[in-house]
């Protein structure tokens, strides 16, 4: 069960990621982030996000999981190993990010 939990906290997270990547092109009323400030502005919405991300997945995880759901105790674990290294993290939404202004 875990890798399918883990999976669908991918997914979410990516999916997280991308809609809020949509709403900053919405309110600063552009279509893409450049490529020089790509990393900044992931950065800045990765940081500013962190704790609102972590009770998204746990709410999203028990809509979907249902009475599957694996409990708070393990998606804070799964969020704590994440957030271990910012830098690998915004490394990561970059390269996702990046795959959805290709588009």
């Known amino acids: 069960m875990s890798n399918k939990i883990n999976s ?3 997914d979410l997270v ?3 990621v991308t809609e809020n990547y949509k709403k900053y092109l919405v309110d600063h009323e552009i279509e893409r ?12 919405m990765y940081n500013e996000k962190k704790s ?9 995880l028990k809509d979907i999981t249902k009475e ?5 105790t393990y998606v804070d674990g799964v969020c704590n190993q994440m ?10 939404l970059v390269i996702e990010i990046k795959k959805v202004q290709k588009k």
């Open 8 to 10: 669908t906290i991918q």
């Open 14 to 16: 990516i999916f997280y």
């Open 33 to 44: 982030i450049s490529e020089d400030q790509l990393e900044t502005v992931i950065s800045k």
């Open 52 to 60: 609102h991300l972590r009770e998204f997945l746990k709410q999203s």
């Open 68 to 72: 599957d759901y694996p409990g708070d």
């Open 83 to 92: 957030y271990l290294d910012d830098k690998l993290c915004i490394n990561r």
